[in-house]
């Protein structure tokens, strides 16, 4: 018979959990992997388009150089998202928003799967694959599923691009300093499905710890947070956010 796979949630972030107030969330890849979601490292760097690496298509480089395919590449993911629903992680998460008094969620995922399961005011710090944005002006548009995209700006009728970032590109204005301010004021911080490898990503969770909070890494691969973080639950976040949720609650007798 199959059984789960042991995992081993210490008393103290059971207790932790229990008693937080203001929490934050940043979530990568890996979290929407169990919704059929590929990640970009994972799985032997298969994220690949047309014999291109993704970060070469996924560039500033390549929307200067082939817009089209880079629209190409992102139509097509964005087909394959329009069939996919949020998983047990998603979930989870949008649960704790009213579980704590204080609670931010950022991703650098551009999916929105968290959107999709319930979670409000998701910082999206890479942009939003359901977005279009006007080269000339900047103006943005909501690309709806299953309608046409618009190929030029409403507004001045210049081109439109994925209101993505993409390697080498700023984040959106303002996006960065919210997610830091929150990550400076949390005491206890997740760090859900990612690789931990692309900044200003990955410096959260290090704002998160300088400033005293709890980190706590939920991923079934090691990764460069792993050796410093106060708690590291390998495992598929679908598994091990719920289970968390369950054991905090038992041990506070609710
Ligand atoms: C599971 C699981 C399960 C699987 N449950 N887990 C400082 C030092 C060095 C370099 C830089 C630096 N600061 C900036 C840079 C440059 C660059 C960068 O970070 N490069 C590094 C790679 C070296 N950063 C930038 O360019 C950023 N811009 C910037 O800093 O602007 C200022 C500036 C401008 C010019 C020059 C210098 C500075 C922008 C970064 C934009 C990233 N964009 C992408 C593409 C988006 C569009 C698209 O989708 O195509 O965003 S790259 C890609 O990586 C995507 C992701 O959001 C991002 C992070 O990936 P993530 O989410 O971590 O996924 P994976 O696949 O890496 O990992 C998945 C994880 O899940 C794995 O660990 C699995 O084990 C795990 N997993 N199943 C839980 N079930």
Redesign the pocket.
Known sequence: MHSAPQLSISDELRRRFRDARRVLVLT????S??SGVP????GGNSAVWKGMP??VI?SARMVQRDLPAVWEW?DYRRGLLEALSPNA?HDEIAAWQDRFADFALVT???DGLHQKAGSRSVIE???S?WRARCVGCHTRSAIIPNRPRDNACHDCGDSVRPD????????PAGTFERAAAAAADCELCFV???????????SLPEIAHASGAFVCE????S?PLSHWCDESLMG???DVLPRLSRLALESSGK
Request: proline share 4%.
């Open positions: 990568g890849a890996g979290v992997a169990e990640t970009f490292r994972g993704f970060d996924s992102f992680a650098q995922n551009i710090l890479h942009g694959i993505v970032v993409l390697f080498g590109e700023m984040l859900i499905g990612t690789s931990a490898l692309v900044y200003p990503a990955a939920v991923n079934p691969e990764t598929k976040a679908g």
